[in-house]
């Protein structure tokens, strides 16, 4: 039988701090403070370039904003990002985007997008969701005349919004049709 002498007992505690802090559990971290920041300077972005978001805006009833989404792909292809959501402009929540694809690709590209929540039902299926997915139903407000995002009739009644924006890279054509958005502790 083995017995624990305090040395033994004192670097066990240590080695499992050192384990359990590697982890990045979110506890005493400032991730949430970092995603904020990204996410005011993101929507300050958006709607000094697209002043027709600050309708959106308004008419919304909850906003997620994906400050940066880095995706790459070469024949397999993925991209990932942080992001938050905001009600009344107040952060309730915070989301990662992933999204993995497969076919013809070669490249790679940042973005930033929101996502307008246009009604209740969609927000509140949205927060409920344990991950929920970008599909083809997603309707997106372009950017049509190189400065301004405008909504048509269709676009302005959808359920969800995505305005797609910031683009760089050499991947044609953002899209974020089969993301999936996960609930977060940053």
């Known amino acids: 039988m083995k ?8 670097a066990s505690a240590g080695a499992t701090t050192a384990l359990t802090a590697a982890c990045g559990n979110g506890v005493g971290s400032n991730g949430g403070a970092a995603i904020d920041a990204r996410v005011n300077s993101t929507r300050d972005y958006l709607f000094r370039n697209y002043p027709g978001t600050v309708d959106l805006a308004n008419k919304a009833q909850g906003i997620l904003y994906m400050p940066l989404i ?7 292809g993925g991209a990932f990002g942080k992001g938050a959501l905001r009600i009344n402009d107040v952060t309730v929540d915070y989301y990662s985007a992933t999204k993995a694809s497969f076919g013809l690709q070669i490249g790679a ?40 995002v405008e909504a048509d009739t269709t676009t302005a009644l959808a359920p969800v919004i995505a305005v797609v924006f910031g683009q760089a890279g050499l991947i044609v054509g953002a899209t974020i049709e089969g993301t999936k958005y996960t609930r977060i502790i940053p």
Do not use: C
């Open 109 to 148: 590209q940042q973005y930033a997008h929101a996502l307008f929540f246009m009604t209740p039902e969609a927000l509140s299926g949205f927060r409920r969701s344990s991950g929920w997915a970008a599909g083809a139903d997603l309707k997106y407000a372009v950017n049509d005349k190189g400065d301004s």
């Open 3 to 10: 017995t624990f002498t305090r040395r033994s007992f004192i």
């Open 70 to 76: 880095t995706e790459a792909g070469f024949g397999f």
